[in-house]
């Protein structure tokens, strides 16, 4: 965007304007004896401490409640690959939503690379400084990798919230989704549209959420995903050994044929037509940004149940339910990763928050209902104890 395209006027640039956050001391800085506390000479106290036992981090720096949100700027929300600059303003945004909903102090890092192993390099080397690690609009598959290296060589909680936060919140939504149609997510045949870092995430969590693999077909910009497909690796390879049982070929018109559920994460646009072969009494999860898959008024003439990741229709698949009390959580319990029993256990415990008044329009809480992240971080910190990668 060029300089002529601001608009001073414009509320959104001018609420940007310097920025969204700061940086704020928590302690007095108004008199000498302040000085020599914070600073030198009291400070190399500290400093020897920690030299002689490195857990006192936790206790004497802001690690305990502090996550570093990493970013290459290569698959920001819609705008794709835009750069570190240009990806800033959402970082900073993730950052204050981090505060606001969890408690949790997080520090943008916009990494001017797009190697995968400068990026892997870069973060363990900043990892000392920070409790947790948010990957952030990181395009596939180099996320995937990245991710995994991470995950593998620190011992702090690795998250890529395109992935996983979103796929939270799917499975939260589609719990309560099938117990508002008295149906059984091992009973339901769901067709996942998009096999990127949303798409895969989404298909694993549904699985490990309790749906069966064998109801599973995904679909990518190829068409269905199968064993007929000798093309696939990575991943997409994993997809095609594990689900899609009825070994199906086609679009997601034949992947759409009497399922159950539609998820959407691809982007791209799926005809009326392809809805309209959906089984009675389908779910519709048209997750694209900002323009579904299927128009939510088009989705809502074939299905009863029908979300979106857009503010202004019900039930909004918004990440911001899951990704502050998934890291307050871990963070609480000093855990080492986050496992796929934690993730689930998000998934129940933003179910929970409204499975008392559930109706079609409301399966899933507002992204401003203060309940959930409370919830949410309870249930992580209870699994990832369960799970035995809990410090404390």
Known sequence: MSSSTVDPADPVFQLHRGGKMAVTSTV??????????????????????IAADPALVDDYTWVSHTVAVVTDGSAVLGLGNIGPRAALPVMEGKAVLFKQFGG????????????????????????????????????????FEIERRLDEALDIPVFHDDQH??????????????????????????????????????????????????????????????????ELTGTKAELAASTNADGRHGDISEALRDADVLVGVSGGQIPEAAVAQMAPGGIVFA????????????????????????????????????????FRGALDAGATRITEAMKVAAADAIAGVVAESLTADAIVPSPLDPR????????????????????R
């Open 28 to 49: 007095p800085l108004t008199s000498r004896e302040d000085l020599s506390l914070a600073y030198t000479p009291g400070v190399a106290r500290v400093c020897e401490a």
């Open 104 to 143: 949790v102090d997080a520090v943008p890092v916009c990494l001017d690379t797009q190697d995968v192993d400068e990026i892997v390099a870069v973060v363990r080397a900043l990892a000392p400084s920070f409790g947790g690690i948010n990957l952030e609009d990181i395009s596939a598959p180099r996320c």
């Open 372 to 391: 959930v992240a409370p919830a949410v971080a309870e249930a992580v910190a209870e699994a990832a104890r369960r799970d035995g990668v809990a410090r």
């Open 287 to 326: 997750l694209a940004n900002p323009t579904p898959e299927v128009h939510p008024e088009v989705a809502a003439r074939h299905v009863a149940v029908v979300a979106t990741g857009r503010s202004d229709y019900p039930n909004q698949i918004n990440n911001v339910l899951a990704f502050p009390g998934v």
């Open 165 to 230: 936060g979103t796929a939270i919140v799917v499975l939260a939504a589609l719990r309560n989704a099938a117990t508002l149609l008295d149906r059984k997510l091992g009973d339901l045949r769901v067709a996942v549209s998009g096999a990127g870092a949303a798409g895969v995430a989404v298909t694993k969590m549904l699985i490990a959420g309790g749906v069966n693999p064998d109801q599973v077909v995904v679909c990518d910009s190829k068409g269905i995903i199968g064993r007929h497909r000798t």
